[in-house]
Structures are given as C-alpha cells and as structure tokens.
C-alpha cells in the first residue's frame, strides 16, 4: 500500500532565509515522487518530479528535493525563500494509476 | 499552447439543481480525472479515465457522474443527490504509465446558494 505524510501543515519563513517542507512516504514498489504548488483559487502546478534517475532533483523556480530512500523521504527545499513563494505545496505518490496526495502544507513568508 | 481548460471558472447553483463542469486537454493524454477541494484540505478523487468510454470511481463519486465519449473531453456532473457540493473541483490529465505526471487545469469553484 501506499501513503504519503507531510510532516508539517504549516511553515513560516522569513524572506530570504531557508525553506524546508518535508513528505516521507511509503510504497511497497519504487514510486515516481512529485512536488506541486498551488496558489489561491489556482490549479496546481508541478515544481519537479523524481522517476528513479538521479536523487537529487532540481525544479523550477529554485526549488530541489532529495530523494532519500533509507528514509523514505522526499523533502522539499529552497536557499532562499521570496515572497512569492507563498502558496500551498503538496507532495505526490504515484504508482500506474494509484495518485497519493498528500494533505498539504502552507508556506507563509515573512517580510 | 497546450493544456487543459475547465469552465465555468465560478458557479452558482440552487440546491436541487444538477450542474455540469466542463473539462477540456489538447495534450493528447489518455487519463483524466476529477478532484475535488475543500478550504485547507487537500485534493479527493471523484473519478478518473483512463481510455475513451470507460471511467472508475475514486474515493468520494456518490453524487457525481462523468462521460468520457471523446479523449480531449471529460465532463463532471454535480447531482442534486450531492448533500454538500460547495467546493473547488479540479480536472487533471496525464500519459498513462507509472511515471506521468498530472496537468492540471486552473479549477471550478462551484458555489451552492
């Protein structure tokens, strides 16, 4: 079976410092991973997928996640957070026709 | 440019009333699907296709029906058996395969007055 857990609902940074939002998952197969955003009363967006090539995978606008197996982990990470970046983010487990969403978490940025 | 286009973007609806969201992709994928979104949650299967004239149920079809008679289309039906329709419905595509992502479409917020 599969599931995923974002580990926090909420985040809140500062403009200009880190950003870390955190999915651990688990699935009895390797599963392609995915991180999307999406802003109010928008559609949701795709940062960057993993599909069992390098684990380290860069997306758009500045974002990265790792793909850590041992953990079971996909984080998602960002040097330095813009105002912008304020949205909802949620991470993705597919498996062929199985799609698991996670719950979602809310980045807010601080000036 | 491809990609998928849902309309009405807002709708308004009287209780009793079936309403039908439009879900359109030019991006020649086989799967489509029905989510739908509630404030601060997170994304519910209603439906999904994955060839012409076929769908499944996900995890919350009662009240709802769809069609998928043509690939580029996949409508949603809200009936009046849906006790609590108000929501955000999004409609998404992908290739099939384990490794497709899903496009999404910019959503339709159905309002029930």
């Known amino acids: 079976a599969q599931s995923v857990t974002q580990l926090d609902s909420h985040v809140s940074v500062s403009e200009g410092t880190p950003v870390l939002l955190r999915c651990n998952y688990s699935?009895?197969?390797?599963?392609?991973l995915f991180w999307y955003v999406q802003h109010p009363n928008k559609g949701l967006q795709l940062l960057l997928k993993?599909?069992?090539?390098?684990?380290l995978v860069k997306g758009i606008n500045g974002f990265e996640a790792e793909f850590k197996k041992s953990e079971t982990s996909f984080h998602l990470t960002k040097p330095s957070a813009h105002m912008s970046d304020a949205a909802e983010y949620f991470c993705?487990?597919?498996?062929?026709?199985?799609?698991?969403f996670g719950s979602g978490t809310r980045l807010s940025i601080r000036p | 440019d491809g990609g998928i286009t849902q309309s009405p973007k807002y709708l308004f609806r009287k209780e009793g009333q079936n309403v039908t969201l439009s879900c359109e992709q030019n991006?020649?994928?086989?799967?489509m699907y029905w989510y739908r979104q509630d404030p601060g949650q997170g994304l519910r299967l209603i439906y999904y296709?994955?060839?012409?004239?076929?769908?499944q149920k996900g995890d919350i079809a009662e009240g709802y029906s769809v069609s998928r008679e043509k690939k580029e289309s996949f409508p949603l039906t809200v009936t009046s058996a849906q006790k609590n329709p108000t929501a955000f419905y999004l409609c998404?595509?992908?290739?099939?395969?384990?490794?497709?992502?899903?496009?999404f479409g910019e959503g339709s917020r159905l309002t029930v007055l």
């Open positions: 699935s009895s197969y390797s599963p392609s």
């Open positions: 993993y599909t069992s090539a390098a684990t």
């Open positions: 993705v487990v597919r498996r062929a026709s199985k799609i698991i």
């Open positions: 998404a595509s992908s290739k099939t395969g384990d490794t497709g992502e899903l496009f």
């Open positions: 296709s994955q060839i012409v004239n076929d769908f």
């Open positions: 991006l020649n994928h086989d799967a």
